[in-house]
């Protein structure tokens, strides 16, 4: 029955969601009642808050009557050590530095529709009962989106699960830089057994290793010897690793392994979230209508939002002013400005033309061709997405149009993005262009 119920949430739910959040569960099924195990407390909230309900009405439907669905955290069941373990101490002696920063965890991690699915498959990655699940994972996306705080967050729910694991999270460039240092003292063999004998590697922005053969031989064979010996292994990239240029072809062979998720700029209502969640933890005192301006003004990366944050609390602990709207307008203003040189509606309409490699005369012009229709509402939808401009405005921009037809485009488009892996990827594309 709950094989049936997964295939049909497919039909009724977006199928990645289904994938990465409900087929993950244990479903034990007794006479008319369901439990459904959960890894952890986030993926059971999860469930709780948005599919539960989903989940109870198909399950009606296949079984005819109403079914009992009951909610529960799975038993950890602790490993004993094994007599291998007691006989090789030398491989847990090994001096390994995590590196994990324990401030960033799942917990902290601000859920939003651009990183819901990077969110749900670095926690069944942390928690998975079986390695091989999810990997390697990759997490992709542009500079200051969150992809090191999931790398953190993994690490750490790893530790908190089995304290014995052997983490370890790296940047590239530490990587390549150790490697160098390994080389020249003539000690690439103890280099070779630090990182090959971790349980879970978390390198950060890989595309660091491009044009580095030597590094990525290295990495190549330990990212072999890691998997072959079913450890994890998960990593970030800037963008998706096949655009790279300058990573060798069997290495982004390797990475589409296992699992490739995309981590998008935040919305509106996301940036929000995280001007607030921010601004508690560094102690600042920001009112809504602050939080919401400054959200409208800086789209494009999570930095942005805490650089300006940093900024107010700094000028306000000088001068000793409150922070409120004018004051954040005053501070801000050089901010906001270069951020609005960089993101305008011109820059989108060029750059979405440029990606679809349509002319930006068919853009702004009346053709219906859906080769030219969805960039022309992909433009659109960035432009009410990235900027401040108005519905009206933004019709105006575009040949004239009514401000209904930019709505129209806007709520298609969004609809789309929520159905349509590639259609995300294209966005994320375009906005990298545009923030380069």
Not at 40 to 50: A, T
Not at 130 to 155: M, Q
Not at 256 to 267: K, L, N, T, Y
Request: net charge positive.
């Amino acid at each position: 029955m709950w094989e049936n119920c997964l295939k049909r949430l497919e039909t009724v739910l977006p199928k990645d969601q289904v994938t990465l959040w409900i087929r993950p569960l244990d479903a034990t099924i007794m006479e008319n009642t369901v439990i459904l195990e959960a890894s952890n407390d986030i993926v059971l909230n999860k469930i709780k808050d948005q599919f539960l309900t989903y989940i109870k009405a198909v399950l009606k439907e296949i079984s005819g009557q109403n079914m009992d669905v009951e909610l529960a955290l799975k038993k950890v069941i602790s490993e004993q050590p094994t007599q291998q373990t007691n006989q090789k101490p030398k491989k847990t002696a090994l001096k390994i530095n995590d590196h994990l920063d324990p401030r960033f965890t799942f917990q902290n991690f601000i859920e939003g529709r651009s990183n819901t699915i990077a969110l749900a498959a670095s926690l069944q990655t942390a928690t998975a009962s079986r390695v091989e699940e999810n990997n390697p994972l990759l997490i992709y996306g542009s500079t200051g989106l969150g992809k090191t705080h999931l790398l953190h967050a993994i690490g750490n729910e790893i530790k908190k699960s089995n304290p014995k694991e052997v983490v370890c999270y790296l940047h590239s460039e530490i990587y390549v830089n150790q490697m160098v240092k390994a080389i020249q003292q003539k000690s690439m063999d103890a280099f070779k057994q630090k990182y090959r004998s971790v349980t879970a590697l978390l390198i950060d922005d890989i595309q660091f290793f491009a044009r580095k053969e030597r590094s990525q031989e290295e990495f190549f064979h330990t990212f072999n010897y890691l998997l072959e010996g079913q450890k994890r292994v998960i990593i970030t990239c800037d963008r998706y690793p096949k655009e790279v240029n300058g990573l060798e072809s069997r290495l982004k062979s390797r990475l589409g392994w296992g699992i490739s998720v995309p981590i998008d700029p935040p919305d509106y209502e996301t940036r929000v979230a995280i001007l607030k969640e921010k601004a508690a933890l560094i102690k600042v005192d920001i009112c809504d209508e602050v939080a919401h301006f400054i959200a409208k003004q800086l789209n494009s990366n999570i930095r942005e939002l805490e650089g300006a944050l940093s900024t107010l609390k700094a000028n306000a602990n000088f001068t000793r002013k409150k922070i409120d709207l004018q004051y954040t307008k005053q501070i801000l203003k050089e901010l906001f400005k270069v951020n609005h040189q960089i993101v305008s509606v011109e820059n989108i309409q060029k750059s979405t033309a440029q990606y679809y490699n349509v002319k930006l005369s068919e853009l702004l012009g009346k053709s219906r061709k859906r080769s030219i229709v969805r960039p022309r509402q992909m433009a659109m939808f960035l432009s009410k997405e990235l900027t401040d401009k108005s519905y009206p405005e933004i019709g105006e921009l575009f040949g004239g149009r009514d401000h209904t037809t930019v709505l129209h485009a806007y709520r298609k488009m969004n609809d789309l993005l929520n159905q349509e892996s590639e259609l995300s990827e294209d966005r994320q594309k375009i906005v990298n262009i545009l923030i380069e």
